[in-house]
């Protein structure tokens, strides 16, 4: 079975502070991570993904398959990075991509 | 292009009442997605289409059902609504199958209250 697990239901930064969202999961074979995002009023969209390796809005997320995790981060937190960002893993399945999602970790920044 | 779209915005049932929650997709993709979002657990899958013609169970089927219509449309009904379905209900869409490094792509969500 796979489960991606956000401990942190509520992180509070202040603009300008570094951000980590943690991510870890459980996985027998070859994980496919990524990190969605939802802005406020908005719909789920992707933020990136571990096979991508790349930046996106300054975020990056490194996959440590010792630590079987997949942490967000970002070294200077942005007012607009206030959001609900959700982890997922994903694996093919029965001939489907079956994406198991974490419960979503929600990112205020303090101005 | 409009991506995922999905109707209602939001939707008060009461219990025993049916309907359907529509979903389409314009990037011609073949897989398409149905989740619930319900505080403190997540995203969890109700059903999925892999292909045009096909359906299969998710996570959390119990008391839904699904019709891929075509291609572009997927949608999800309720026979017979219950409190415990009271939920944001979000379609998505991939372009392939099974392949696991393949974005998903989001509609708007559907706010769904059962009185």
């Known amino acids: 079975a796979q489960r991606v697990t956000q401990p942190e239901k509520l992180l509070s930064v202040f603009k300008g502070a570094p951000v980590e969202l943690k991510c870890n999961y459980s996985?027998?074979?070859?994980?496919?991570l990524f990190w969605y995002v939802q802005y406020s009023r908005q719909r789920l969209q992707l933020l990136l993904r571990?096979?991508s390796r790349e930046s996106i809005k300054g975020f990056t997320a490194d996959l440590n398959k010792g630590e079987t995790s997949f942490h967000l981060k970002k070294p200077f937190a942005q007012e607009e990075d206030s959001a609900m960002y959700y982890c997922a893993l994903s694996s093919s399945s029965g001939g489907y991509q079956k994406v198991t999602f974490g419960t979503g970790t929600k990112l205020q920044v303090i101005p | 292009n409009a991506g995922v779209t999905q109707t209602p915005k939001f939707q008060v049932l009461k219990t025993g009442q049916s309907m359907t929650l529509q979903c389409a997709q314009d990037m011609n993709h073949n897989s398409m997605y149905w989740y619930r979002q319900d505080p403190g657990m997540g995203l969890r899958l109700i059903y999925y289409?892999?292909?045009?013609?096909?359906?299969d169970k998710g996570e959390v089927p119990n008391g839904y059902n699904v019709s891929r219509l075509n291609k572009r449309e997927f949608s999800l009904r309720l026979e017979s609504a219950a409190p415990s379905q009271t939920s944001v209900y979000f379609c998505?869409?991939?372009?392939?199958?099974?392949?696991?490094?393949?974005?998903?792509?989001f509609g708007p969500g559907t706010r769904l209250t059962v009185l």
């Open positions: 998505a869409s991939s372009e392939f199958s099974d392949s696991r490094g393949d974005t998903q792509y």
């Open positions: 289409s892999a292909s045009e013609g096909t359906t």
């Open positions: 571990h096979i």
């Open positions: 996985y027998s074979g070859s994980p496919e």
